[in-house]
Structure formats: structure tokens, C-alpha cells
């Protein structure tokens, strides 16, 4: 839209000149009529009318070019911009892969070294506990990354889904987690004037995505904060909050956290493949819908999903 | 101790190495492959009774092998490695051939596991394709036709969702088998987590309703409490 806006105006400008000759010359062929000092009169033969004709036409095709050539240049620049971006989020990806991929690996290389080594047998136990729990954790890796390629592709189910017994069940599911019990969990439904609508999707992608939230928020908060989901609908969209009052994401970190494998500076040591939110985004992305972060250091968090009714 | 014979082939020497000694240990004698030719050449020479097939070999893939295999008409058991997680209705198409699959990475156990199934539902099958290589099956006045995507009960049209079938028809594919809402998941949607396996209740509630099939009193689909589901009806090859 901006670049039809410039490109108008640049039409516009380029003819503004012969445009206020012209003018000039009806207003004195006008006046010239009745006024006995003003006289003007235009006088042609055939061949200087096809001189100007020409002239004109080729005045206008070289403003077309100009214009054309603007408007291809600033084309290829915001190609070029996005083509950067998307170099620079894949190099950032792969080098959070490497990073991965290489704790594990140097993990396990420890072990099979040490265990090399020893005869004893609880070190031994130790030892093969260890490579099990790194094999698991690149296990998951694989598994979460392959789930990321398989939602950009595979037909996305539409059927009728419930959001209020869609949260009701996340949260009977996450009261298994470690910091459930030391968090204020607490669901709000939009109740009244009328019941939530429900939303066409998947109903098992959607609480997919509403737990890796959840998860997210009670992994980041502390003991006793408050973890408040709520669900409510604007125009026509279904709107689910999730909101902690815990430490807040650092600023910094706020633009990357929907990227693959990002572990921002205070989730360094906690547990996960790093891949949750990227899947919260790949999902509600594929339904139609949005996630957003609203965070303030010292104060909180609200994570946002947008997903579109009635369609 | 049971003495199947499986060939395994694999061109991953690492992944060989140490799968042939586990499968040896759980009673099997194995054999090893690693290019589609050569499967194809001891599947004649030795007449195995399971094929553990990757799908990536050089040369000739598991998919060709397979294929070549039901070309002349050879119904040997398949399981399938393959190494992109791909969902029933997608991997066990009657075009593969494959009598079950297993995606990369898997547990050796869970490998086991699936040998035992499909060479218990090979000795249980009277012809000599089993329900898993058949375009239509058959429960009671149940009938399913894979290859149509399409369901009826005692001659009357019965329309599902697409998972609904999907479910249906990895159920009837391992009838007396009892799977947990995990497996399930992971079997028809590719993927599985605690909080979606409600997601499996909601389409075996839809079965149920569809099929006219009483949780209390079921001919079909029985919930095993604690565990999950099993389909219980016997199940055949349909003729027509």
C-alpha cells in the first residue's frame, strides 16, 4: 500500500509541470476571448502537432520507466531484506542446534570415557543412567523438530473444539508438573452474556499449545506467583491469555522467544528442548490465528493467542 | 522360546551391530542386510518369517523391496523403519505393503514388541495375505474399505472423520491388541503428549456413536480401565 502511495505521487510530479502548462494555456486562450491586450493564439501544421505528439508520448513512456524502475528497486530491496532476515533466523537456528548437539554429544563422550575407565559397578550404573538421559533428551530433540516440519505441511484438522473444556483438561493434565502446587493457578471463563464459541481446529494441536503456555509460565515463575489463563471473545476472535506475575521476560530476549531452540537468558539451566514456543506459533500460525508476548521486567508476563471464530 | 527367523535390513553398520544381538536375545535367529538387492536375494535363498526393512538403502529403497515382494504376490511380514514420522492412514496404505512401521529413533523393545504382534496376526491368518495387507475388512456386520476411506454397519453408510476412520482402522488392523491413548496418538496423528490423549476418548466416543457400540455392553471397541483400548470383535478379510 505505501509503495502505491510514492509511486502516485511520483506520477504526479513528473507531470506536474506539463500539466500547469496546459492549464496556462486554456485560462489565456480563455481570457484572450474577450480581452483586447491578452491575445493568444495557437497555430499548427500537421507535422509540429506530430512532433509534439511524439514528444509527449515518449515523455510519457520515460516517466512510466522512471517509476517502473523506482518501484522494482525498492521491490528488490524489501526482498532483499526479508531474504536477510530469514538468512539470519536460519544461521541463528543452526547455531542453537550446534550448541545443542554438542552438549549432548560432549555428555556423552564424558561418560563412555569415564566408563572406560572404571570397573565399579554403581559407576558403571551411574554411568549407562547418564547416556540414557542424554539419548532421551536428543531423542525429544529429534522428535519436537520433526513435529515442527510435520505442522507446516500436514492439512490442518477442522473440527468443532470446545476451548473451555479444552482449558479445563490442560490444567488437570499440567497438575502433575513440579511447580504446580507452588504457583496460584486459576482459570477464567468467559461466562456470560453468552457461553465461548467454539473454535474450528485440532483439538489435541490446540492443547498442545495452550500446555507448552502454561508449562512456560509456571516454569518461569516463582513460588507463590499467580498464574492466571483466561478466555474471552473480541469481535471475531477467540482470545486465550496466559499470565504470570512473575520476573518478566528480559527485553532482549523478547523479540527471538518464538524462534527455534532460543533459550533466553533466564530459562539457561531449566528443562525443555526450547522448541515449545515455536510450536505454540507453528500451531496457532496454521489455524489462522496470532501469538504475541507482552512482558515488563519485575512484573510479568502475558502471552496472547488470537484464533479467528466462525470459519 | 519363539524361533522366528527375521532379516534385517539396514546399511547402518552401528545400528546393526547392536540390534542383531538384541533381537537374537529376545529368541529370534537373525539375519543381516544391508542393500535392497541383497534382502531381496536371501528372502528367496533363506524364507524368512518377518522382514525388519529401513526404508533409506542405497541402491534399491525399502519402499522398491517391498513392493517388489506383493508384486509376486510374496506376503512376507514387513516392518517398516522409516525415518519420517508418517501417520497410519499415510504409512500402511495397501501401495506400501508394509504390515506395520516403526519410526526413527525407536527403543529395541518397542521393536520386539511390534515383531510379536505381527507375527502373532500372521499365524493367526487363515489366507496367506494378513488383515493388514487386505483393502477390506471385516467384524460381525462391520465393514471397512481402506482403500475408499469408507465404513458401514449392517449394510447402512456410516460416516466419520477422517482420525475417527484412521483410528478405527489401526484398531482393526491389531484386533485383541491392547493400546494405551499414547500409542494410539502416536500411531494415527504421528505425534503423542499427556494432554492431547483426550484427543483419542473424543474420537473413540465418535466410533462408539457412529458404530451403534455400547461402552457397557460393546461389540467392537472395549475400554481396558487404567490401560486404554482394544478392539474386540474378530476381525477378516471381507470378500467383494
Known amino acids: 500500500m505505501r509503495l502505491k502511495i510514492s509511486k502516485s505521487i511520483q506520477v504526479g510530479l513528473l507531470f506536474l509541470p506539463l500539466l500547469l502548462g496546459l492549464a496556462l494555456a486554456i485560462a489565456l486562450q480563455v481570457i484572450s476571448g474577450n480581452n483586447p491586450v491578452i491575445r493568444f493564439q495557437a497555430r499548427a501544421d500537421l507535422g509540429t502537432l506530430a512532433l509534439i505528439g511524439g514528444s509527449l508520448l515518449t515523455f510519457i513512456l520515460l516517466g512510466g520507466w522512471t517509476v517502473r524502475g523506482v518501484h522494482n528497486r525498492s521491490l528488490k ?27 549432548s554429544l560432549t555428555a556423552l563422550h564424558s561418560t563412555l570415557g ?86 474450528q481446529g485440532d483439538g489435541a494441536l490446540l492443547s498442545l499449545a495452550c500446555y507448552n503456555l502454561l508449562d512456560n509460565a509456571l516454569k518461569f515463575s516463582q513460588v507463590g506467583d499467580n498464574v492466571e489463563v483466561r478466555a474471552f471473545e473480541v469481535d471475531n476472535w477467540l482470545v486465550i491469555e ?25 530459562a539457561r539451566g531449566q528443562p525443555g528442548s526450547g522448541l515449545g514456543l515455536a510450536l505454540v506459533q507453528t500451531i496457532v500460525r496454521r489455524h489462522g490465528g496470532t501469538v504475541t508476548v507482552r512482558s515488563r521486567s519485575g512484573q510479568g508476563t502475558v502471552l496472547t493467542l488470537r484464533l479467528p471464530l466462525g470459519l | 522360546m519363539d524361533c522366528s527367523h527375521i532379516l534385517l535390513a539396514d546399511d547402518e553398520k552401528m545400528i546393526t551391530d547392536y540390534l542383531a544381538p538384541i533381537l537374537e536375545r529376545a529368541g529370534y535367529s537373525v539375519t543381516v542386510t544391508s542393500d535392497g538387492q541383497t534382502t531381496l536375494r536371501k528372502v528367496s535363498e533363506l524364507h524368512p518369517d518377518l522382514i ?11 519402499r522398491e523391496v517391498c513392493r517388489q515382494l506383493r508384486a509376486v504376490d510374496n506376503w512376507i511380514p514387513v516392518i517398516m523403519l522409516t525415518c519420517v514420522n508418517e501417520t497410519v492412514d499415510k504409512v500402511l496404505s495397501l ?73 478405527l482402522e489401526y484398531l482393526m488392523l491389531n484386533p485383541e491388541q491392547v493400546f494405551t491413548r ?7 496423528w504421528g505425534w503423542s503428549h499427556a494432554v492431547a490423549s483426550r484427543a483419542v476418548d473424543v474420537r473413540i466416543a465418535e466410533l462408539r456413536h457412529a458404530l451403534g457400540d455400547d461402552p457397557e455392553e460393546c461389540k467392537y471397541i472395549e475400554t481396558v480401565i487404567g490401560v486404554g483400548y482394544h478392539f474386540v470383535a474378530q476381525v477378516e478379510i471381507a470378500g467383494g
Not at chain 1, 530476549?253 to 524462534?259: N, S
Not at chain 2, 499414547?182 to 494415527?188: F, H, N, S
Open chain 1, 242 to 266: 496466559v499470565a504470570d506475575n512473575g520476573p518478566g521476560i528480559p527485553e532482549n530476549d523478547l523479540p527471538y522467544i518464538f524462534e527455534e531452540l532460543y533459550r533466553g537468558s533466564n
Open chain 1, 77 to 103: 530491496r524489501s526482498l532483499a531484506t526479508v531474504l536477510s532476515e530469514t538468512t539470519l533466523a536460519r544461521r541463528r537456528f543452526l547455531g542453537r542446534l550446534d550448541h545443542e548437539l554438542r552438549n
Open chain 2, 182 to 188: 499414547e500409542q494410539l496418538m502416536d500411531a494415527v
Open chain 2, 52 to 62: 525388519v526393512l529401513d526404508v533409506l538403502m542405497p541402491g534399491m529403497d525399502g
Open chain 2, 95 to 167: 501401495e506400501e505393503g508394509a504390515d506395520d512401521y516403526l519410526c526413527k529413533p525407536f527403543d529395541p523393545q518397542e521393536l520386539i514388541a511390534r515383531i510379536k504382534a505381527v507375527l502373532r496376526r500372521r499365524q493367526a491368518s487363515t489366507s496367506s495375505k494378513t488383515i493388514s495387507q487386505a483393502s477390506r475388512l471385516q467384524a460381525g456386520d462391520l465393514i471397512l474399505d481402506r482403500c475408499a476411506r469408507w465404513v458401514e454397519v449392517g449394510g447402512q453408510a456410516v460416516e466419520l472423520t477422517p482420525k475417527a476412520l484412521a483410528l
Open chain 1, 114 to 199: 569415564y566408563l572406560h575407565g572404571t570397573s565399579n559397578e554403581i559407576d558403571i550404573s551411574r554411568g549407562l543412567n547418564d547416556i540414557s538421559v542424554q539419548v532421551s533428551r536428543l531423542r525429544s530433540l529429534v522428535i519436537d523438530l520433526r513435529k515442527l516440519a510435520d505442522l507446516e505441511e500436514q492439512a490442518i484438522e477442522r473440527q468443532p473444539v470446545d476451548i473451555g473444556e479444552l482449558l479445563k483438561d490442560v490444567l488437570e493434565t499440567i497438575q502433575v508438573h513440579p511447580d504446580y502446587n507452588e504457583r496460584q493457578v486459576r482459570l477464567t471463563l468467559l461466562q456470560s452474556p453468552w457461553q465461548l464459541s467454539p473454535v
